[in-house]
């Protein structure tokens, strides 16, 4: 699987963005998907992640109730809506897919993800 992300951007604080990631390649095989952010010199922490069905969802505490996460598994995409954003949002945001038995499976951990896209940058100004 290949993955693409895009929607990145400069955005002030309180505004939103939506990420968008792209699959390719073996996107018949049932996976979750995850969204991931790195500051320079910090570990890739977990922002949100959805089962292939979207019944199932994860969002870091750092993130409720602004971000939203969704799929379109007939456009092979994933998408992160981003509201409120703020300062502390800023990263390089990845995201992330894990080929699964299990349809209901969320993934929230770096090691439980095979596929990485590229990643872009959000960056959110005071």
């Known amino acids: 699987v290949q993955l693409q992300a895009s929607g990145g951007g400069l955005v002030q604080a309180g505004g939103s963005l939506r990420l968008s990631c792209a699959a390719s390649?073996?996107?018949?095989?049932?996976?979750?998907m995850g969204w991931f952010r790195q500051l320079p010199g910090k570990e890739r922490e977990a922002v949100a992640a959805?089962?292939?069905?979207?019944?199932?969802?994860y969002f870091a505490d750092s993130v409720k109730g602004r971000f939203t996460i969704s799929r379109d598994n007939a456009k092979h995409t994933g998408y992160l809506q981003m509201n409120n954003l703020k300062p502390e949002d800023t990263a390089v945001y990845y995201c992330?897919?894990?080929?699964?038995?299990?349809?209901?499976?969320?993934?929230?951990?770096?090691?439980?993800?095979?596929?990485w896209g590229q990643g872009t940058l959000v960056t959110v100004s005071s």
């Open positions: 390649g073996s996107t018949h095989y049932t996976y979750g």
């Open positions: 959805i089962s292939w069905t979207g019944d199932n969802v």
């Open positions: 992330a897919a894990q080929l699964t038995s299990s349809s209901a499976a969320v993934y929230i951990e770096t090691r439980q993800y095979r596929y």
